[in-house]
């Protein structure tokens, strides 16, 4: 039996509506066998909520995404790829 990794994508949005469209949109275009978890993340600082990113959190346990992709996949959202 083959190694399981634990790679994890994240891809940062702007806003909430962002960040729900992009995980439906993820699913359909990638094939994911796991949901994308969504996670918001406040800037360091601040307590308004209209100054928080949201997190899109991809398990890629067979290492089948490729970081170009989602790179790209993320700034039709105006987010981008955070690199491991």
Not at 61 to 74: C, S, T, V
């Amino acid at each position: 039996m083959a190694p399981v990794s634990d790679v994890r994508h994240v891809l940062v949005l702007p806003d909430r509506d962002a960040a729900q469209e992009a995980a439906q949109a993820l699913g359909e275009r990638f094939g994911l066998d796991e949901e994308p978890r969504l996670l918001r993340d406040a800037l360091a600082g601040e307590d308004d909520a209209e100054d928080a990113q949201w997190l899109v959190v991809l398990c890629d346990e067979r290492e089948q995404l490729d970081p170009g992709e989602l790179d790209a996949f993320a700034g039709e959202w105006e987010g981008w790829r955070e690199e491991p």
